[in-house]
């Protein structure tokens, strides 16, 4: 990455050019930067000094050189677009002056081909985690309440008022309540092809590290969701103090149409009193010391701008590594964000295997998107081409550097749980909207989430905690107390990309032993839950 500086303002110009070979570099200045401002020419520049024919935003892209028609634009030293017409050194380079490049067939794609870095083991650090009974560790320990159909919403969210007001005061150890809502249950194709993804995701959601082994439903008795199916006898083991694990007995469930009930105080006293039983055993648990090799991180961007690519989500690729390296796991995601960097992904396999899960994938969401009438450009958003992104193929080349540099070891299907003994880095595959991406990685076990945005979004779990990284010092700037970390400083020249990278991994521990707390969790900034359903609903 280099830059660009001229002494003439207050704040001097400033542009950020990603690769040798670019053509373009974007736009760092908050505010942008008018038409006139003379450029200095940056260390590789392929031009000595540059005025601006235009005004360009923050973000948004410069010509370095005369660009003509139907040439590729470069930026990270790939094409992101080729010239609609010619462009003049200087001007700005947007998505209307772009043809979006076709995506890369699936076919003859590298495999396993490329050796990840040689990285010394990472050793010595640790957090305080609470101990599961199936060998995972939770960051939280919260009493979940699932919930088989969105029909039982209602009355669970008045339940859990009352346990938080009566009963969470006399268990001091237990961090709260999450009423697992959703809008799946009934009214769909529950033995359809792909039915068994929103089932396989809640039934994971509710097995979460942060949940202790407590399982406890909710359901009206008619949905087409039965518990028995949601959760099968043997498909997880009960907390028990009195010993290790115990296989699952009877189901713990609160039915509304039991003829028991009568009334709905009826109904929502059955639910406290379950409730009661569980934050019992709940708040008898205590952290204790365990290595970060016990974290399990889902990362993840949303408003997404050009800065994305630089500054955050290059930082959480070096924490990826770190945590890597520590024995962690760490899970990327978002399908339509790594669909153009699909060569990239492959090479990084661990195994031919693993790359030919990757190609499945993504070949499953390629379908998925031709049966809908769209394809890989309904991703980007106005936000995102307001931040500078001009298509897809930019943002997914900004979006595949959260991974970092080793290999991808395991590949999820959409509603997969992570196995104890999958270390190391795994793709989940998910689409790529915030909330379903979110929640789809809570099936897959995190028990801690990184988010990174360049627009901002106040975006939250109750689940997990959720840690905020903005891409732009202006935004961390104007949502203090919303975001946790301000890699904006490695556009500013204040910090590099490894200090960023170090401070987002000792803060991780530092969440993760509930020694801080997020901005979302101080907020209570809690996104719902979102199933996704590729089945036909009826």
């Excluded at 990309?497 to 401070?503: A, K, L, P």
Aim: hydrophobic share 45%; aromatic share 4%; charged share 15%.
């Amino acid at each position: 990455m280099t830059t660009s500086t001229s002494p003439a303002m207050t704040r001097p110009p400033l542009t950020i050019r990603m690769h040798d070979s670019d053509n373009v570099a974007i736009v760092a200045n908050d505010g942008g930067l008018a038409a006139g401002t003379v450029l200095a020419a940056a260390a590789g520049s392929p031009t000595p000094e540059l005025v601006l024919l235009d005004r360009v935003p923050q973000g948004h892209k410069v010509a370095l050189v005369a660009i003509a028609a139907g040439a590729p634009v470069l930026r990270y030293g790939i094409p992101i677009g080729h010239a609609l017409q010619d462009i003049a050194a200087g001007r700005w380079v947007h998505e209307r002056l772009l043809q979006m490049p076709a995506a890369r067939g699936l076919e003859n794609l590298p495999l396993a081909t490329q050796a990840a870095p040689p990285q010394a083991p990472l050793t010595g650090f640790t957090f305080e985690g609470y101990r599961n009974a199936d060998g995972s560790v939770g960051t939280r320990n919260l009493l979940a309440i699932t919930q088989t159909v969105q029909c039982v919403a209602g009355v669970t969210a008045f339940a859990v008022q009352r346990i938080q007001s009566e009963l969470l005061p006399r268990y001091p150890n237990v961090d709260g309540v999450v009423s697992l809502d959703h809008s799946y249950g009934c009214g769909v194709a529950i033995d359809a092809p792909g039915a068994v993804v929103p089932i396989r995701t809640l039934r994971h959601i509710s097995l979460n590290p942060n949940f202790g082994g407590e399982v406890m439903v909710v359901s009206l008795g008619c949905e087409k969701l039965q518990p028995e199916r949601l959760l099968p006898p043997g498909s997880f083991a009960i907390a028990d103090e009195r010993q290790p694990a115990a296989p699952l007995g009877a189901l713990d469930v609160t039915c509304l149409q039991d003829d028991a009930h009568v009334g709905f105080m009826s109904m929502v006293d059955s639910i406290v009193r379950q409730a009661d039983v569980h934050l019992q055993r709940l708040n008898a648990r205590r952290r204790e010391t365990v290595p970060a090799s016990e974290l399990v991180v889902g990362v993840q961007c949303g408003g997404s701008d050009a800065f994305s690519g630089v500054t955050a989500n290059p930082a959480v690729g070096y924490c990826t590594d770190l945590l890597v390296r520590a024995g962690a796991r760490v899970m990327f995601s978002e399908n339509t964000e790594v669909r153009d960097g699909i060569a990239q992904l492959t090479a990084r396999a661990a195994t031919p295997e693993v790359a030919q899960a990757l190609i499945r994938e993504l070949a499953w969401t390629d379908a998925y998107l031709q049966r809908g009438s769209v394809d890989r450009s309904a991703n980007t958003t106005p936000g995102n081409k307001a931040g500078g992104l001009s298509n897809i193929v930019e943002k997914a080349m900004g979006s595949i550097v959260k991974s970092g540099s080793a290999a991808i070891n395991h590949v999820l299907a959409p509603g997969e749980k992570l196995r104890t003994d999958q270390r190391g880095l795994s793709y989940a595959a998910t689409p790529a909207s915030d909330f379903i991406c979110g929640t789809l990685q809570l099936a897959a076990g995190m028990n801690l989430h990184v988010f990174t945005t360049g627009r901002g979004t106040p975006y939250g779990l109750a689940a997990v905690p959720v840690i905020k990284v903005a891409t732009r010092s202006d935004l961390a700037r104007r949502w203090h107390d919303l975001m946790d970390v301000n890699a904006g400083t490695i556009a500013d020249g204040t910090a590099r990309i490894e200090d960023v990278g170090w401070e987002l991994f000792h803060l991780m521990l530092d969440v993760a032993s509930g020694r801080r707390q997020t901005w979302a969790e101080r907020w209570k900034l809690h996104n719902a839950l979102v199933l996704f359903n590729p089945a036909p609903v009826t």
